[in-house]
Structure formats: C-alpha cells, structure tokens
C-alpha cells in the first residue's frame, strides 16, 4: 500500500512583509521553508511506513525550486518524491491545486494501491485549509480534517479511526480506507534528518511531473482554471485595545485586570 | 648469602614475559582507535611533559598533591635501584659498586631517605583514604577503599621495608663497607644484635620479600589503576597543543561515519586516555554536573571508555562488533544518554586533570553521533536546530530583526578600509531584550573611546557555537563555511564579540577552516583602551555598591581572559571585584553552555542555582558577569532564590554608566 503526503514549499512567513505603498507582498529575500504542518503529515506518513510497512511517496506543486522541500522529505525516510511543475500549473487558486494533486495521486494509484493521504492542515501562506479536503472530493475518499492522533488503522477491516482537534473539544471518528487526512501539529513529534540520509537525499532522484504527464485540461487548471483573484492584499489596521492604569504604578492591580478580562471573554480555560 | 641466579632468573624471564604480553595485550587495542596527529612539533611537547608529568604541575595543586610529588619522584630514583637489584638477582656481577665511589655513596644515601619519605607518604595515603577520605576520591565503580588501592600502597610500603630491613641486617653482620652512605638503614641495624645468627637468614628473607613484591608488582601493573605509571607520561606528552582543546572537523561524505557510537570509532589518543586514568577524582569535583546530580562524570566517561575497551576488544580485534554497548543504560563500560547531555563543555574537567586527559570532547564526540547517527537528542533540541537552519538564530526569530537593535543608536555598517573592526553583536546581543541592553552600552562605550566600528546587520549570520557543542556538526559546518565566506568576502580581520562563545568559536573553531581572526572580546579590547587612555572613566560614584565577578569559561577557562574584566570593573568603580570561592581557572559553570542553555535541566540541583548560592555567600548588590548566557542564568537563578535585588550587569554595562556618572 501506498501512502502520499502533500507537501508544499512556503515563504518563511515570519519574514514575510507587506509593502505599505503598493500592499504587495515583499518576498525578495525571503527564505522558503518547508510548510510546518505538512513536516508532521511527512512525520506520520514515516510512522505508518515504519509499522506497517508501506511505501510513502511525497508529491508537492511547485515551481522547479520546490525541489528543496522534496529533498528534505526524501532525506526524512520517504521513498518517492514527485515535483509537479509545469508553467500550466502556475497561479493556481485552491481549487486548480487540487485538481493536479488528485490527478497525480491517481496516477500512482494505477501503479499501487492508495491507502491514505495525508496534508497539513493548511498552509501558512494561504491558510485557506481547502487543498486537503479538496483532493478529497475529487478522489472520493473519506476526509478526516484536524486529526491530532491516529487511533488505529485496521487493515483488516480496511478502516481508520483518529482523533480530530476541535476548538475546545476531541471528537473521535473512523472512516473506511481510502482516506485523506489533514493533520495538526499535535499529532507527532517530527523526526530529524541522519547526516547519512541528507546526504543520499541530495543525490537522490526527485521525479518531474508536467502536464504532458498528468494530461489535465489546460483550461481546468493554473491561473485559468481558478475562479479565485485576488484584488487586493492589506495589513489590517489593527484597532487599538483599551487602556487601563498607566502600565507603571500598580503591576500587581493590572495583573488582576488582565486575569479578570481574559476571564470575562473565556481565553482562561480554568 | 643471595639467592642462587638460577632460582631467580626464571621468576625474573616469567614476570617479565608476563607483563610484555599483558602490555602488548593492552595496548594493542589503543591501535583499533581511528588515527590522530599527536606527534607533532616535539619541543613544546617536552615541555609539556617535563612540567605537568615530571614537574607535576596539576598534582601540587591540591594540597594531598605534595605526597604524591614525593612518591612519584621517590619512585623514579628507587628505580635505579630495583633495576641494581633485578640485574644483580640474575648477574651477581652486576653492582652499583662498580660506580666511582662517591656516587655509589650518594645513590645509597639517596635511597635510605627517599625509602624514609616514600614509607611517610604512603602511611598519609592509608590515612587519607581510611580517616578523612573526599567524597570526590569515590565513582560509581570506583571506590577509594577498594582492596586494589590498598594492594598498591601495601606493595609499596612492602618494598621500603624489605628495601630497608635487608640492608640493616647485612650492615649489622658488618658486611657492608658503604654503612656509613646509609643513614636509615645504619640506624636501624642498631636494633639488631650485631651477628647475630639469625640475621643471614633475615637478609635472605627480605630479599625474597622484595624479590616477590617487586615481580607480583610487575606482572599486577598492567591490570591495575596503576598502569598510569606507565601511561601517564607519555599522555602528557600526546596532549592536545591547542587550548581550548575545541572539537575536530568531521568529514562530510557518503559512507562516512559519525560521532563516536562504538570504542572504536574514538581516536587512539582517546583511548590511551583512557588507560592514563589515575581515578584521582579531580573532574568530578570540578565538574557542574557531577556537583549538582547529574549522572554525568567525567571520570566516569573516561573510566567507561576503558572498561568498554578492555570488554569488546578481543571481538573488535577479531573483526567482530562488541556486545557491551559505549552508549546505552547505566552499568559499567557505558556511557547513559542523560551523561552525555549533561555537559556544558565547561572545560573544568580538562583543566582539573593531572594527566591532561581530554575529557569534554570525547562527550562531544558522542553527541554527534547520537544527533547525526540515530537522529536521538532531547526534545527541546529539535526547535533550536530546526532554528538553526531556517532563521540562523536559536530563537528562530526572522533574520530582519537582527539589527533591529540599532533603532536606539546611529551604527556604522562594517566597510573594509573604512571602519577598523568588526563588531560581531551575536544572536543574544541581536535578539535577546536583556542582552540588546549591553549591546547599546557596548557600542557607547566604543563611541566614547573613538573606536572605529561597524556591524554586519541583517546580514550577520550565527557563530553556530551551541551546535558544534551539542554534536550537530552538520549544520554546524554549513554555518562555519557560510561565515567564514562572509568574513573574506567582507575583509574582516579585526572582530569585537560581545559573547565569549561568539569569541571561541570564530577565534577558535574557525581556525579550523583556514580563517585566521584577530578576535577579541569586549573586555579585552576595552581594558586596551583604557590603558591607552582613550576612556575617561572619572571618579564618579556608581550605585552599583558590592560587586562579585562571575567568570564565563569561555572568556576565562577556555580563552584565559581573566584581568581584564576584573581591571575594567575596578577603574570604574575604584574597587575591585570580589571573588566568587571558585573563580578564574576553577571558576563553576552558569549551567548554559555547550548547549544546556536549550535545554531543560530536569536531574538534580540546578547549576546556576549551585553558582548563584556561591555568589551570595559574599552578600554582593551587583553580580558581574560578561556572557549573554551567563547573564540569563545568574539573572534566572537569583530571581529563584529570592534574591532579585541583586542586580546583574554585564562588564560593558558598568562602564557605560561610568561614563554617564563622569559626562553627569
């Protein structure tokens, strides 16, 4: 059985600006990293490869330097990295990107049967957590958004049952097999790279896959098959908070005021 | 009267054989060791060797270490006489009567008074170890009180005696023309009645005593804690030449290997450290972490090492793996994870050891292994390398924000030709909020003295310090490499560092990529300053009041910058520091290096709590310290105590407000 896991390569939001003239996004000069939720589907992709023995292919939509990301799965123990990168691909909404991602699953289901696939559960540069559930309505397979553990995989009765991460809550839920699951970063610890499998992943084969490949409809996918266009990107203006006390003279007064407040709107889970 | 040749000879040929082949068997495992250049330039390893082997330099400084000055050069010159007397047991010919007389004479007198004081001393090393023995004297596996220290020292008193008594008994028969070259032994013929008919049995005796005491010596030497007789000499001249003994380059290829996972993946040297050994306890008495409960000691690594060695040796000889696992749960011949992670490469061990064993990067060695061989560390490391990498910082903070410290100030960036130094601010001093106060200070306190001074900004990358100590040498290399390109690509060649761990590593460490620095720490260059007379302190009174001076070990230990720091607190505030009760060399850890500053301190007493209680002892207002990390943990650690009135200042920070109190 095959295991995939989406992965994508993001700009290291923490270094993202916003241009304050133009409200463009500065990304000269921003390093990319590996999305951080998709490093813990990777992480648990390995976990199902090292119990049950499965294969885990790690496929990722990008452009030619989206590479890096593939290498970096590769070298965390996955056994197949597929680059889906064609100008065709480009300027793609949530909905464009799933349509490749599926169409590429499938392709490796006819060679190994799919069991599971797993995404982040979102990516921190869109943040629209539509990719995952995407893929899977266009495969058909159940989708199990938010899990935060993995209960148990019965390969027997072909079924799945995981924990998923609500606000305030745990819901518990199962799901026959083929199954795509979002994962949040409570899920697992991930692993780190031996100095030996980094350095076989440098070498290692990253397989590229174009549209002469995937053979989708042009007009279904990148920028023409995306109703989504974005007309605008802006910081909100933050509006300003309430100010108490001077900040200064009474701490142990504005200590309380800050515990009752966050008491009052329930940020304390006491 | 002696004993027939024909009945000692062999006795003699079978010691002797025995030994060879427990030598050769020992010592040919040292050769499984992976290879290490250790015979370089030897002069200064002479030198070495004459000061801390002959001249016992680390055994005097501990006071017990007088006695075993006495015993170890007593040893050297009673060798000449048991060589006289197993020579002379095989050939009667052979005898130091053969010397011109006066030497013959003085050797004699030599022997009856170094016998004397050998006897003194090894009756104060029965009482050290049965009446007022230090807890340091005890390992896990060793005890002082174990039957095998008492043998020794038995042997020994063993020799004097039958040394002594037989020459007494044939003085007494007056068979000896050089009695009056024998004080002792002279004397003590006097208790003997003169020829008396018992006496040529008793120098027979005693012969035969001294005979098997010596040749049981023999053969038990190579088995026992005592082979550092034979061993710790030459470790003193195999010493590592460069202090701070920092760790080595890994080559980076496929089908390398790691760190050190098994025995024989250490070096040579490593091993023969092992074997030099003497289970004298110094490191673990200097050690932080022995002190506060951890289960590392450094002795104790090192004793682990040769008993694994010992243990899995035949196998490795064999071509076959070893069954006792170097690293792995708690019993003797292996090392536990919790040791290995509990070092801050403090350098205290290195500088304890009589016989320069090189204990911290042997724990190094073993980090990498388990980080770049089995992925294994502490939880908490995962975030800092993660960090590391991405953002080349240990906070993970973006990379854009490391100068954002410069708000407060005009700062000049570095322009070869145009400003003289570098100003490495680091990631503490870039990023840390507490810290980015003594960067201001530091850079005012530069202004105000004319230096010339630039700083890379956004474009500073980190020294990569805490990774090279935690056995990430991996990512370590790629930053050494990444800076080292940008220190040439940039001309630097003058560098102010604000952390002393910034200051080893590119002093140091980046040596070892061909980069050659003048690195200097803030103290240094400011104390320079100040005897230029380039700063005006004034005599101003700070509000700073008693001060105690914590010394960082990677300003002082490990790069010997001592006085400065001291010299530049007291031209600001007229007095000098008090001293913490263990400072300068022996100063004790704040608990943050070699990486533990991410990492959680879970076993025992916390370090900087141990080191906190000692600086209180002295009831200081202000502890001063001159590391970032130091900082925290002396910050953190009164704060624990209840003693947060007690301020902690960098040493650029006192003077910056020295400089304010004489503007004022």
């Known amino acids: 059985m095959l295991v995939v896991v989406c992965v994508k390569q993001v700009p290291d939001t923490t270094q993202v600006q916003i241009d304050p003239v133009t409200n463009t996004l500065i990304r000269e000069g921003v390093p990319f990293i590996v ?118 995989l019965d390969l027997s009765q072909r079924k799945i049952r995981v924990r998923r991460k609500l606000e305030g809550r745990h819901e518990e839920v199962e799901a026959p097999l083929p199954v ?87 940020l304390l889970a006491l | 009267m002696m004993p027939h040749p024909a009945l000692f000879t062999p006795l003699l040929v079978a010691s002797l054989a025995f030994f060879c082949w427990s030598v050769y068997r020992r010592f040919s495992l040292v050769l499984l060791g992976q290879p290490e250049q250790r015979l370089d330039q030897p002069l200064r390893r002479l030198q070495e060797m004459l000061v801390y082997a002959f001249g016992q330099l680390r055994v005097i400084r501990k006071p017990f270490g007088l006695n075993h000055f006495v015993i170890f050069w007593s040893f050297l010159i009673l060798a000449v006489a ?125 012969w035969w005593l001294h005979a098997a005491v010596l040749l049981a010596f023999i053969c038990f030497l190579p088995h026992s804690k005592h082979m550092h007789i034979l061993t710790a000499i030459p470790n003193c001249y195999l010493a590592s030449l460069d202090w701070p003994n920092t760790q080595p380059r890994e080559h ?28 004298c306890g110094r490191c673990q008495d200097a050690c932080p972490a022995t002190n506060t409960g ?43 994870e919790d040791a290995i992670w509990a070092c801050t490469t403090c350098g205290a061990c290195m500088q304890a050891c009589p016989v320069l064993i090189e204990q911290m990067p042997k724990i190094v060695k073993m980090r990498r292994h388990l980080v770049e061989t089995e992925s294994r560390f502490p939880e908490e490391l995962l975030n800092l390398f993660e960090n590391m990498e991405q953002r080349s910082n240990p906070w993970g903070i973006a990379p854009g924000e490391r100068s954002k410290w410069v708000s407060t100030m005009p700062v000049r960036p570095f322009v070869a030709g145009e400003t003289e130094y570098l100003l490495y601010v680091g990631c503490a001093g870039s990023f840390d909020s507490r810290a980015k106060q003594v960067t201001v200070a530091l850079a005012t306190v530069l202004n105000a003295a004319g230096v010339s001074w630039g700083i890379l900004g956004k474009d500073e990358k980190c020294c990569g310090d805490s990774l ?59 104390a320079g300053l100040l005897q230029d007379g380039r700063l005006e302190l004034g005599n101003a009174e700070l509000a700073l009041g008693k001060i105690s001076y914590h010394d960082p070990c990677y300003l002082g230990r490990h790069n010997g910058v001592f006085d400065a720091p001291r010299a530049l607190i007291e031209a600001a505030t007229g007095q000098a520091p008090q001293e913490l009760g263990r400072h300068r060399e022996n100063s004790f850890c704040c608990g943050a290096g070699g990486g533990r500053m991410w990492m959680e301190e879970f076993i025992g007493d916390r370090v900087n709590h141990t080191r906190v209680d000692e600086a209180l002892l002295g009831a200081p207002d202000t502890v001063c310290v001159a590391c970032p990390y130091c900082m925290t943990m002396m910050e953190d650690g009164l704060k624990d105590r209840g003693a947060g009135q007690v301020r902690v200042r960098d040493v650029a920070e006192v003077l910056a407000e020295a400089l304010r109190a004489a503007k004022a």
Not at chain 1, 48 to 67: C, T, Y
Not at chain 2, 268 to 277: E, I, N, Q
Not at chain 2, 304 to 317: D, S
């Open chain 2, 468 to 526: 090279r100590r935690l056995g990430n040498e991996f990512v370590f290399d790629r930053m050494a490499r990444e800076n080292v390109e940008l220190f040439r690509e940039r001309g630097v060649a003058k560098v102010i560092t604000l952390c002393p761990h910034c200051l080893t590593t590119l002093k140091n460490d980046y040596r070892q990529y061909g980069l050659e620095l003048e690195v200097m720490h803030h103290t240094e260059l400011i």
């Open chain 2, 252 to 279: 980076f290829a496929k089908g390398e290997l790691y760190g050190v996972g098994s025995v024989e993946r250490f070096t040579w040297k490593d091993l023969f450290d092992s074997y030099s050994c003497t289970e």
């Open chain 2, 294 to 336: 951890k289960p590392l000691n450094p002795r104790q690594i090192v004793h682990a090492i040769k008993v694994n060695l010992l243990e899995n040796g035949p196998a490795l000889r064999e071509g076959r793996k070893g069954t006792l696992p170097l690293i792995g749960p708690e019993g003797e011949g292996t090392n536990t």
């Open chain 2, 82 to 206: 048991n060589g006289e007397f197993l020579l002379n047991g095989v050939f009667q010919s052979v005898r130091l009567e053969l010397l011109p007389q006066w030497a013959h004479h003085a050797l004699l007198t030599a022997f009856d008074l170094v016998s004397v004081l050998t006897l003194a001393a090894i009756a104060f090393s029965f009482c050290r170890r049965i009446f007022f023995k230090p807890p340091y004297l005890d390992s896990l596996y060793v005890k002082a009180r174990s039957p095998e220290a008492f043998l020794i020292l038995s042997f020994i008193a063993l020799l004097m005696v039958a040394y002594l008594g037989m020459h007494a008994a044939i003085i007494a028969q007056g068979g000896e023309p050089a009695a009056s070259a024998m004080p002792v032994s002279r004397m003590l013929a006097g208790l003997f009645a003169p020829n008396a008919p018992y006496l040529a049995a008793l120098t027979l005796s005693l």
């Open chain 1, 35 to 152: 999305n951080p939720y998709d490093t813990h589907a990777v992480e648990e992709a390995l976990k199902l490869k090292d119990h049950f023995g499965f294969r885990v292919a790690a496929i990722s939509m990008g452009p030619p330097n989206a590479e890096a990301t593939l290498r970096k799965a590769l070298a965390l123990g996955v056994d197949r990295a597929i680059l889906l990168s064609d100008r065709a691909f480009g300027g793609a909404d949530t909905l464009a990107t799933s349509k490749v991602l599926a169409a590429a699953i499938e392709l490796l289901a006819q060679e190994e049967e799919v069991g599971v696939v797993i995404c982040g559960k979102q990516t921190i540069d869109g943040d629209t957590a539509q990719v995952g559930p995407g893929i899977a309505t266009r495969l058909d397979f159940c989708q199990l958004t938010l899990v935060d553990r993995v209960e148990e």
């Open chain 1, 180 to 266: 795509l699951l979002t994962v949040v970063r409570e899920l697992n610890r991930p692993r780190y790279p031996s100095v030996s499998m980094r350095l076989d992943a440098a070498d290692a084969q990253v397989e590229l896959w174009d549209n002469s490949v995937l053979q989708l409809d042009v007009n279904s996918i990148g920028l023409k098959g995306s109703p989504t266009w974005v007309s605008r990107i802006f910081s909100p203006q933050r509006s300003l908070g309430e100010m108490l006390g001077d900040g200064v003279s009474d701490p142990e007064g504005a200590a309380q005021l800050l515990i009752d407040k966050m008491l009052e709107k329930d």
